[in-house]
């Protein structure tokens, strides 16, 4: 009977405590949960890798050191390599919370069997968590605190998330960290092009990145391979003549080292890693590894957009060289950058490294002096081989594109649609190089610039980001804007330590003749305006469909194209690094190509937008070759714009039937007039 009773007793007391040990255990876990939950969201970068993001905050770049490091999303990750990996890594990711708590008791038996650790049980949200938080130190803490990291992780992130983050960081040797540089590294294609054989062949690697690397023992590396086919066969994810095939493919592994990882925008990326390190006084290394949020201004589709005209422009086999950017006009973001054809051959940026004489481009600044001082869309020079006695004794003799001449009195309008070189030189030296010059530097072109009679037809250097700002100035209505590559940048915790201020600034270039000049420009487009020669932009004009302005440049070693719509500036340079000369047809139209091509990909389904006239400015059609106003008669009639008062007020007589002289506005022209004055108030 004692015995019974002791028994019982003993029964009841073992109850109780596992009772009291169950509880203090649920106490214990609930407050692990609790503590977890307190911590909050966990970051998904490691903390010591500094991202750049384009103009709508998706990742374009994620740097370390000297290793760059590129996030795909889920999406474009092929099935076969997320399937095999959540197969062979962690079966029941999608249904456990973190932890696979019968795949850690299997492990713990095998390891007692073994005698020692033969199995490794860690999920793939553990994984994940050290790979972002931890070291591989093999200690007791590194493990609890691994353990929190993936109880955060599944608290606050979905699985999709977690596994995407997981496929973008593990590490598959040789300095790849993630699938897309794995794929890179090993078969120099991008995640998407690879096959299930190459894919299957990379998802066995991250067990163990040096035994199982193809360069240090590749008959391991396949057997890991061939091992993961026949898992896909044997949980049905393959058939077996699709298994068979597989492992019969031949792999066209690619030598090692001889790669890098393609970059969204790398040229742009380098000029953001440069402009940051002038703004917050830091250097290259500094900036890799410091754990930056760097927000650009880059617009992915411009970027593609310009990158796809290049690749479509360009003859493969040539080693011409480019420099283009696209700007917002109103506010200096650069919205897509090219610096060169090859980033890898040569990451030197022409966009702003390189000094090029711009030709004819310059001459917009030239007219904008003239206009300031007296001319006017209609302002009358003869165009004619001419020789300029210098001050210094000197002569000068400019001529125009194959020797073509008017050979009579052009207005200014038809002398910068088709480029007259005498016309520029005329003016040139009858405003002064001086005050050519001064007005250059006024549209943002870095000074000194030296002030002689060539000056008018682009013979000084400049960059192509200072080409792009200039012509922002018209484009804004003479107002200056900076062309810059960064929104803000932030640490690891969020904090704001820079930020771009659109800082208000006054206009440096009178708004009317800035409007007057901006029209002037749509003419290189404009057929009517063709004379003894065609309209600079005749070539490319059938493409354009919405109003642009611009002007084209030409010197024997360089091509140019520049131009604007109201809310788009591109700047596009071509030439030889070795400044040798242009010689065949299509070198000088690559440019001019390229930028009508990429100006209208990048406002397709945008808007219409027109040049809006300001106060002050009067709109007449004119006769473009006799610069008066036009009747029914003229042959071309242009709508150009004067600041008020300075519109001419005689009507043409050189298209008179019979060589007769009208001294009064035709009734029919009157008629016209009512309507044009009725279309420009509307519009």
């Not at 740097?63 to 474009?76: F, K």
């Amino acid at each position: 009977m004692l015995r019974k009773m002791k028994w019982k007793k003993w029964v009841k007391g073992t109850a109780l405590a596992g009772i009291f040990f169950f509880g203090l255990g649920v106490i214990g876990l609930g407050s692990i949960y609790f503590y977890a939950y307190l911590q909050g969201e966990p970051s998904l970068i490691e903390s010591n890798n500094t991202l750049i993001y384009d103009s709508k905050d998706q990742v374009i770049g994620v740097i370390r050191g000297d290793e760059n490091r590129y996030w795909v999303p889920l999406e474009e990750i092929p099935d076969f390599i997320i399937d095999a990996t959540i197969e062979v890594e962690d079966q029941h990711f999608y249904t456990h919370n973190g932890f696979d708590f019968k795949r850690i008791a299997g492990a713990v038996i095998a390891d007692i069997k073994a005698m020692s650790k033969a199995q490794g049980a860690s999920t793939i949200t553990q994984q994940y968590a050290r790979n972002l938080y931890l070291n591989h130190e093999k200690t007791w803490k590194r493990k609890l605190n691994e353990a929190l990291y993936a109880l955060r992780l599944e608290m606050f992130y979905d699985k999709d998330t977690i596994l995407e983050g997981y496929l973008n960081t593990i590490f598959y040797g040789h300095g790849a960290y993630g699938i897309e540089a794995a794929a890179q590294t090993y078969f120099h294609k991008s995640v998407e092009e690879l096959s299930p054989a190459e894919g299957f062949f990379l998802v066995g690697i991250p067990k163990g990145p040096t035994r199982y690397s193809p360069y240090n023992n590749f008959e391991l590396a396949k057997n890991r391979q061939q091992h993961i086919i026949n898992i896909m066969e044997d949980r049905g994810f393959l058939t077996k003549t699709e298994s068979l095939l597989t492992k019969r493919e031949v792999l066209d592994l690619k030598e090692r080292g001889t790669t890098s990882i393609p970059s969204v925008a790398p040229y742009f990326q380098d000029l953001v890693i440069r402009e940051l390190g002038k703004k917050l006084n830091l250097t290259r290394e500094d900036i890799k590894g410091g754990g930056f949020r760097i927000y650009t201004t880059l617009n992915v589709e411009h970027q593609a957009a310009m990158e796809e005209e290049v690749e479509n422009t360009i003859n493969t086999n040539s080693d011409i060289q480019i420099a283009s950017l696209a700007v917002n006009p109103k506010t200096g973001a650069i919205s897509a950058l090219i610096g060169g054809r090859d980033f890898d051959k040569s990451p030197f940026n022409r966009v702003v490294q390189a000094k090029r004489m711009p030709g004819s481009s310059f001459k917009p600044f030239l007219y904008y002096a003239a206009l300031e001082n007296g001319y006017a869309p209609n302002t009358m020079l003869q165009s004619r081989p001419t020789e300029f006695e210098l001050a210094d004794g000197t002569v000068y003799q400019p001529s125009n594109f194959n020797g073509y001449y008017a050979d009579a009195p052009i207005t200014l309008a038809t002398a910068l649609a088709l480029s007259d070189n005498i016309y520029a030189v005329k003016t040139n030296l009858f405003l002064g190089p001086e005050k050519v010059a001064n007005t250059a530097e006024r549209f943002g072109i870095h000074g000194p610039i030296p002030a002689n009679a060539s000056l008018a037809l682009g013979t000084y250097s400049v960059a192509p980001i200072e080409m792009a700002g200039a012509y922002s100035l018209l484009a804004n209505k003479g107002i200056p804007t900076s062309p810059y590559t960064i929104r803000k940048v932030t640490d690891i915790d969020g904090n704001v330590i820079y930020e771009h201020e659109d800082k208000k600034k006054k206009p440096v270039l009178d708004k009317k003749l800035a409007f007057v000049l901006s029209h002037l420009m749509t003419g290189m487009f404009d057929e009517q305006l063709n004379g003894y020669m065609r309209v600079t932009g005749a070539s490319i004009a059938p493409e354009l469909t919405r109003q642009y302005a611009g002007k084209s440049g030409t010197t024997r070693s360089d091509s140019w194209m520049v131009g604007f719509s109201p809310s788009l500036v591109t700047a596009v340079w071509t030439g030889y690094d070795d400044n040798r000369h242009l010689e065949k047809t299509e070198e000088h139209s690559y440019s001019k190509k390229i930028w009508a091509g990429f100006m209208e990909a990048a406002h397709e389904g945008q808007p219409y937008e027109l040049f809006k006239a300001p106060d002050g400015v009067k709109g007449v059609y004119i006769d473009p070759h006799s610069g008066q106003l036009a009747t029914p008669y003229c042959p071309a009639q242009r709508l150009t714009y004067f600041v008020q008062g300075t519109e001419p007020t005689e009507y043409c007589t050189d298209h008179m039937p019979d060589g007769s002289e009208e001294t009064e506005e035709p009734e029919q022209e009157k008629e016209k007039s009512r309507w044009r004055s009725i279309i420009d108030w509307i519009f």
